[in-house]
């Protein structure tokens, strides 16, 4: 079975400071990793997923996530945090053996201050 | 424009009805989706198909049913059965052509009981 971990419901970041979303996952085979982006009343919108080769994906609006298989983790970031970035984030992974089906973490919310 | 639509954006349910929600897309994906989202539990998928007249089971499948008539069209019911319909439902595309295709997603039917 696979698994999404998202530390931290709510994330509050300054505008211009460091955005860094945790996302670890459990799968017992090669998957394939997803962050989205939520804003209110809207359906999801993949920011970057990630799923052979370099294991740094860069992905819409300035965010980047690293796939580290030692610390099966998939954490988001964006160096510098712009006031359209107050969403709610999603990490989600799948499998070759889930059949494309998509288990998602519980979502963190980003607050960002003026 | 190619896109995944949904409808009604918001419906009311009373005691003991059935509604349903409709989504169809242009994308000509054979894949669809449906995912419920309650707050602070991310997404959970109730059914999804991979191809016309054929449809799955999700993690939450119970109280609601699917119908896959068309490939452009997947349509969901909320039975009398489903105790606690209150939710954001979603509705999800991809296609199978390879591993970790990307889903695209509807902007959702809020559905309130009244």
């Known amino acids: 079975a696979q698994s999404v971990t998202q530390l931290g419901s709510h994330v509050s970041v300054s505008e211009g400071a460091l955005v860094l979303l945790r996302c670890n996952y459990s799968?017992?085979?090669?998957?394939?990793l997803f962050w989205y982006v939520q804003y209110p009343n809207q359906g999801l919108q993949l920011l970057l997923k990630?799923?052979?080769?370099?294991?740094l994906v860069k992905g819409i609006n300035g965010f980047e996530a690293e796939f580290k298989k030692s610390e099966t983790s998939f954490h988001l970031t964006k160096p510098s945090a712009h006031m359209s970035d107050a969403a709610e984030y999603f990490c989600?992974?799948?499998?070759?053996?889930?059949?494309?089906?998509?288990?998602f973490g519980g979502g963190t919310r980003v607050l960002v201050k003026p | 424009d190619g896109g995944i639509t949904q409808s009604p954006k918001y419906l009311f349910r009373k005691e003991g009805q059935n509604v349903t929600l409709s989504c169809e897309q242009n994308?000509?994906?054979?894949?669809m989706y449906w995912y419920r989202q309650d707050p602070g539990q991310g997404l959970r998928l109730i059914y999804y198909?991979?191809?016309?007249?054929?449809?799955q089971k999700g993690d939450i499948a119970e109280g609601y049913s699917v119908s896959r008539e068309k490939k452009e069209s997947f349509p969901l019911t909320v039975t009398s059965a489903q105790k606690n319909p209150t939710a954001f439902y979603l509705c999800?595309?991809?296609?199978?052509?390879?591993?970790?295709?990307?889903?695209?997603f509807g902007p959702g039917t809020r559905l309130l009981v009244l």
């Open positions: 999800a595309s991809s296609t199978l052509a390879g591993l970790g295709e990307t889903q695209y």
């Open positions: 799968s017992s085979v090669p998957p394939y």
């Open positions: 990630y799923t052979t080769g370099a294991t």
């Open positions: 989600a992974v799948t499998s070759k053996a889930a059949g494309n089906k998509l288990t």
């Open positions: 994308l000509n994906h054979d894949a």
């Open positions: 198909s991979q191809i016309v007249n054929d449809f």
